[in-house]
T-cell receptor
Framework: GAGVSQSPSNKVTEKGKDVELRCDPI?????LYWYRQSLGQGLEFLIY????????KSGLPSDRFSAERTGGSVSTLTIQRTQQEDSAVYLC????????????FGPGTRLTVT | RKEVEQDPGPFNVPEGATVAFNCTYS??????FFWYRQDCRKEPKLLMS???SGNEDGRFTAQLNRASQYISLLIRDSKLSDSATYLC???????????FGSGTRLSIRP
């Protein structure tokens, strides 16, 4: 079956512009996660959704970051007024349930802020 | 101090060798532990969960030491295809806290 998909795969944007990253989880997966991975670094946990609800937004790096999920499916991560330090690979993952052990990752969106 | 720490490596070992690396975690409230594998420029994929009693999957053995707060991964009879970065993952009972280590790079040479 189809895995987690993300779009765009690559995004180059100018500093100060807004960007929107999209994640399509595996059909039927109720939990969805966003991570950020900078070059040579581990994954930084940003936010998770259980259905459409994100109970804890404290992992988002700043108030320029927001995320939403509608219909229990597609999620978008929006970064406003991008900064160069926002450059990273943004990874989305989904799991069948919040308590499920395995997360399935998408291929990521490589964001470059110039 | 990071909540989850790993030796970044790289570990460079010959094919067929046995290699092991650890991951330490600082919060004793940690509930679940995993090893993920990430190939260069690819997404992470679950390698194995880590159970309290230790568990084995083919050439891979994972162990948990709650008293000393570390988990380990041992790879026997290493193959060239084992070359990757191995990420240690700690999950708390509240799913709002999932911590990935920075990864240990493993390179297997012929």
């Amino acid at each position: 079956g189809a895995g987690v998909s993300q779009s765009p795969s690559n995004k180059v944007t100018e500093k100060g512009k807004d960007v929107e990253l999209r994640c399509d989880p595996i059909s039927g997966h109720t939990a969805l996660y966003w991570y950020r991975q900078s070059l040579g670094q581990g994954l930084e946990f940003l936010i998770y959704f259980q259905g459409n609800s994100a109970p804890d937004k404290s992992g988002l790096p700043s108030d320029r970051f927001s995320a939403e999920r509608t219909g229990g499916s597609v999620s978008t991560l929006t970064i406003q007024r991008t900064q160069q330090e926002d450059s990273a690979v943004y990874l989305c993952a989904s799991s069948l349930l919040l308590q499920a052990h395995e997360q399935y990752f998408g291929p990521g969106t490589r964001l470059t802020v110039t | 101090r990071k909540e989850v720490e790993q030796d970044p490596g790289p570990f460079n070992v010959p094919e067929g060798a046995t290699v092991a690396f650890n991951c330490t975690y600082s919060n004793s409230a940690s509930q679940s532990f995993f090893w993920y594998r990430q190939d260069c420029r690819k997404e992470p994929k679950l390698l194995m969960s880590v159970y309290s009693s230790g568990n084995e999957d083919g050439r891979f053995t994972a162990q948990l030491n709650r008293a000393s707060q570390y988990i380990s991964l041992l790879i026997r009879d290493s193959k060239l295809s084992d070359s990757a970065t191995y990420l240690c993952v700690v999950k708390y009972s509240s799913a709002s806290k999932i911590i990935f280590g920075s990864g240990t790079r493993l390179s297997i040479r012929p």
